[in-house]
């Protein structure tokens, strides 16, 4: 029964905290929010995609992109990676990962991600008499390897293999039916293409999600995982009135869910200058978890040390806040 029970409040807290506008999300995408299993495989990541729009599956680079397209990281640098998310409303009281980028050379860039988030304290109390016999919290860690190989020098294709595993770690009087806790693997395949010898435009595809039902009590009630395709395009134009100091580039993203619905739109859009500051906007109408609304950033970089922060406004419209976004990186 705890089980099933934290099944239902996790994917109740996923939807709530990220669908912007539910009616508008079924009409447009046809996927439900909450109704799919393992939701934390899409709730945003990375600073950097994130002031973006997440729209990041074309020309996205390091630890940002293994979530969204294993491919980027073949030609990318070797880097360690922090991130953290505040959310302003408090369903996820903790969401922090990490993750390392190792090239190696003439066989292809392989990395280690760590994602831990915590949906609280709960009340645990007695089925009949409604006493408070202890406390529990909703707990998901996330553990991922990826493997991405370029091909040439215009194609890359990647591959990541996701372990996801609920706990609901109890003080007090547990429930003594509880037997084990609810874990599932998922499979995400990218594919990265340069149609200029430049680097200037770039398109990416992926998959995302592919993998077995989660099942929290028996078979029947296990949900699909929340499986999504992603197409992108990316284009780093030149100007020869800007200073060579100043760089910029522009990415649109399609995604859908493989269940149903039509397809969402990413945008994003980054200037950079001296390669030390960074800004971003960005714009998910029906993105990954059908959230509509603009998203900004910020990076700095000094040495080795790269800090990115972002905001995102696709859930203002419910009052739940504006999530934010840091993500630091040393690059090595």
């Known amino acids: 029964m705890r089980q099933r029970l934290f099944n239902r409040i996790s994917l109740s807290i996923a939807a709530a905290l990220l669908a912007c506008d539910c009616r508008g999300a079924r009409a447009q995408s046809g996927v439900i929010p909450g109704l799919e299993g393992g939701p934390e495989f899409l709730l945003p990541i990375g600073a950097r995609g994130i002031g973006l729009g997440q729209a990041i599956a074309a020309r996205g680079v390091g630890a940002d992109a293994l979530w969204w397209n294993p491919a980027l990281i073949a030609r990318g640098p070797r880097e360690v990676a922090f991130n953290v998310a505040q959310l302003a409303n408090g369903s996820i009281t903790a969401d922090a990962s990490s993750a390392i980028v190792w090239p ?14 915590n949906y609280g304290d709960f009340t645990a109390t007695d089925k009949q008499t409604g ?6 919290q909703h707990t998901a ?8 190989a370029p091909f040439g020098d215009r194609f890359a294709g990647g591959l990541t293999l996701k372990l996801l595993e609920l706990a609901s770690p109890c003080t007090g009087s547990c429930d003594p039916t509880s037997s084990g806790e609810p874990r599932t693997a998922a499979l995400d395949f990218g594919a990265q ?5 430049d680097s200037l435009i770039s398109v990416g595809a992926s998959t995302l999600n592919i993998g077995l039902p989660l099942q929290v009590k028996d078979a029947p009630q296990a949900d699909q995982l929340p499986s999504r395709v992603i197409f992108g395009a990316a284009v780093a134009p030149k100007f020869s009135q800007m200073p060579k100091s100043a760089h910029m580039h522009a990415e649109v993203d399609m995604i859908k869910a493989l269940s149903s619905g039509g397809p969402g739109f990413l945008l994003g859009a980054e200037f950079a200058w001296m390669d030390q500051y960074a800004a971003r906007v960005g714009y998910q109408h029906d993105g990954p978890t059908s959230g509509v609304g603009p998203t ?3 990076g700095f970089a000094t040495g080795k040390l790269h800090i990115d922060f972002s ?4 859930d203002a419209n ?4 504006k999530p934010t976004f840091l993500s630091i990186r040393y690059v090595f």
Not at 104 to 117: D, E, I, Q, T, W
Not at 131 to 136: D, L, N, P, V
Not at 193 to 197: G, N, R, S
């Open 104 to 117: 190696v050379p003439r066989v292809g860039a392989f990395a280690l991600s760590v994602r831990y988030l």
């Open 131 to 136: 006493a408070i016999i202890g406390s529990f």
């Open 141 to 148: 860690v996330i553990v991922a390897g990826t493997f991405s």
């Open 193 to 197: 293409y340069f149609l200029t010898a």
């Open 296 to 298: 900004f950033g910020l």
């Open 311 to 314: 905001q995102m406004f696709t």
């Open 318 to 321: 419910t009052g739940l806040g």
